[in-house]
């Protein structure tokens, strides 16, 4: 969804039913049927010229917990981008990773005859302050106003 480049919404949605049949005598691996579901977007809004907001989340359900791993989690990324200089080249740019510190790199899965926990090394929550400059217009000018236009120095 876009509406006239002020506010733009894509959200993605993904849902499965698994079943698990075990014919044994486990308690943890025994019949399960469970539902997981994914929700994942982003949203961005402009509400000048010069500032554009975006946030990008990933939402997930699942209706069974495995040893103790939360069944839901959230994870919220944000950024704000202010445009500067002549034909907007610059931008100044503030990038939040998980503004709610709820990313825990563990995850579990269940199969039809094993449990699976996975733990991975994952960035947590930071800022990152960036300036940068565009300087792909400023090359073709440079490349066409020299005299060495014919591929010796041509970016």
Known sequence: FNWNDVFQFNPRYSGGIYLNK????????????????????????????????????KVINQ?????G????????????????FNNNRGQIKLFINDIFNTNRGIYGSLSA????????????????LSITYDIRDWLKQTSTNTSLNKGLLRF
């Open 113 to 128: 005859n094993s449990l699976s926990i996975t733990r991975s090394n994952i960035l947590n929550q930071y800022f990152l």
């Open 69 to 84: 791993i939360p069944a839901t989690g959230l994870l919220v990324n944000a950024d704000i981008t202010y445009l500067v």
């Open 22 to 57: 075990y014919f044994g005598d486990n308690s943890t691996l025994h019949n399960n049927t469970f539902f997981t579901q994914n929700l994942q977007g982003v949203f961005i809004v402009r509400p000048t010229k010069k500032l554009i907001v975006t946030n990008s989340y």
């Open 63 to 67: 209706s069974q917990s495995i040893l």
